[in-house]
Structure formats: structure tokens, C-alpha cells
């Protein structure tokens, strides 16, 4: 079986998946009436949709992971790109999870996630809350992904986590909130943000 065996997943079926996983979050965790969250949902995907085309990267294979597991050794390109995921934190398998997804998954993943963290800091900031302690309350408490060599807002251990780490991340949150929730709570209430509690727990092995 050879690698671009994977069959590519069209739009519409992936369109479908998404809308059929995301709906119910819009209406359950945000308190949106289903017109509404049906029009946020293909807002969202139509951004997604335009950025993947932008950038080129609509046609990515489904097991694009696999594949730059596979050439890794042979192209110093994909050789380069996997290091510096790996001085992250990143694991073979993460690179699997997150590159053989579609492309459309990976995107709508981050724009839903960010427009979670966007409404939470809206709700801080009708409290009556400065916009700046709102921000830093976001950060407090939940894990924020992006590139972390951009030190425009943070440094340190409080940069942006890689994208690869976050099924890890979730897991261990889950996990954390079962098992010691009152010293997980210690442990965000002493961290200058949540990525740095994540940066620590995983060079500890922990995640």
C-alpha cells in the first residue's frame, strides 16, 4: 500500500463532520440558538475554508503525517520543520494526529477554540473588568496555541503552545480535573499563565 494510498475526503463530507460536531458545542457551551450557531459555524468555515486556499494548503493528503514521518530522514526541509517541533514538546504521534487530519479540521479547531477564549474575554470585560486583566485572566486559565517563536505578547514559558500538542494537552487537562482538582487548581493560580504550567508539566514527563 503506498503512502498517498488515503483517499482525500471531499469538502461536502468533511463540511458535514464538521457542522455535525460543532453545532451542538455553539448551543450547549456558548448558549446559542441554533439559527445563530448554524450562521457562526459557516462563518467560521468559510474563513477557514478561504485561508487553507490561500495558503495552499487545501490538498494536503489526509495522511500528510505519515508522510513527513516517512521522508523525514530523506529532506532536510521536513527534517528542519520536525526538529523544532520536537524542541516543543511535539511526539511522532502528535505529529500523526494533527497532520493526517484535513486540512479543514486542523483550522476550524484553532478559529473555534479562539473564538471560544474571544467570548470568554468578552464576558470578563462586561463585568467591568480592564481589557488588559481580561486578557491576562484568558491566559491564566486556558491553553492558547499559535507560533511560539511570535514573542509580540508573550516570552518565556507564556509564549503560544504548538497546535500538534493540544489532543496531549486536552487529555492531560481532563485528566488533571478527575484526579487532584484542588492542587490542579493550586498549580494555575501559582503559573504565570497556563502554557507555562504545560511547558513545565511536560518537560516533567507529565503530559
Do not use: C
Not at 48 to 54: V, Y
Request: aromatic share 10%; hydrophobic share 35%; charged share 35%.
Amino acid at each position: 500500500m503506498g503512502i498517498f494510498s488515503k483517499l482525500f475526503t471531499s469538502s461536502s463530507d468533511i463540511e458535514k463532520q464538521l457542522e455535525k460536531q460543532y453545532l451542538p458545542m455553539f448551543q450547549t457551551m456558548m448558549g446559542m440558538p441554533s439559527s445563530q450557531a448554524k450562521s457562526n459555524f459557516y462563518d467560521i468555515l468559510k474563513q477557514a475554508e478561504e485561508e487553507s486556499l490561500k495558503e495552499g494548503t487545501s490538498n494536503l493528503p489526509q495522511n500528510f503525517g505519515d508522510i513527513l514521518l516517512e521522508k523525514e530522514s530523506a529532506n532536510d526541509t521536513i527534517k528542519s520543520m520536525l526538529t523544532k517541533l520536537r524542541r516543543e514538546g511535539v511526539r511522532d504521534e502528535d505529529i500523526r494526529w494533527w497532520w493526517n487530519m484535513h486540512d479543514l479540521e486542523r483550522r476550524m479547531m484553532l478559529k473555534v477554540d479562539e473564538a471560544w477564549r474571544m467570548a470568554l474575554y468578552l464576558y470578563e470585560k462586561d463585568k467591568g473588568i480592564d481589557e488588559n486583566k481580561a486578557a491576562e485572566g484568558v491566559r491564566k486559565f486556558y491553553p492558547i496555541y499559535g507560533d511560539p517563536t511570535d514573542i509580540s505578547h508573550t516570552t518565556s514559558d507564556d509564549r503560544s503552545l504548538l497546535p500538534e500538542l493540544k489532543d496531549r494537552i486536552n487529555i492531560y487537562i481532563e485528566k488533571r480535573k478527575v484526579a487532584d482538582p484542588e492542587e490542579y487548581k493550586r498549580e494555575i493560580e501559582n503559573s504565570s499563565t497556563f502554557n507555562a504550567l504545560i511547558r513545565k508539566e511536560i518537560r516533567k514527563g507529565n503530559i
